[in-house]
């Protein structure tokens, strides 16, 4: 008898001692630092590793003032954005001509007019 009833108070002081014990919450943070945006003369693409578009691929409307109003990470342009781009210019499908390298200045008298196929939120999404 003096056994269990040993077991027992050693047990209640177990579970006491557990009760007591504070709690170690886990945190977890977690910090991307993309730094400033790519220096393109006609944007950047809107998904990552984001190199510089070429002319063509954004419409009118992600310009302001002539200066590109972001993508992707860097967007800031309004809240509900839609604007036109030519898909036909991404580098992730068919398109394989040239592509500006950062820090370029866009050509004085681009050629062609500008002819979008999709409509575009500023982080990529493809609105209908």
Known sequence: MKTVTSLAVTA???????????????????????????????????????????????????????????????????????????NRFDARGAYHGPLPNHGEHPAPHPGAAFHGNEYRDGRGNVMH
């Open 12 to 86: 209640a002081a177990a579970l006491m001692f557990a009760a007591a014990t504070p709690r170690a919450e886990a945190q977890v943070a977690v910090g991307v630092n993309i730094g400033p945006a790519p220096v393109c003369p006609y944007g950047y693409y809107d998904y990552a590793p984001y190199p510089c578009a070429p002319y063509g691929y954004y419409g009118p409307e992600w310009f302001v003032g002539g200066v590109f109003i972001g993508a992707g990470p860097w967007y800031h342009g309004p809240a509900h954005f839609r604007g036109h781009v030519d």
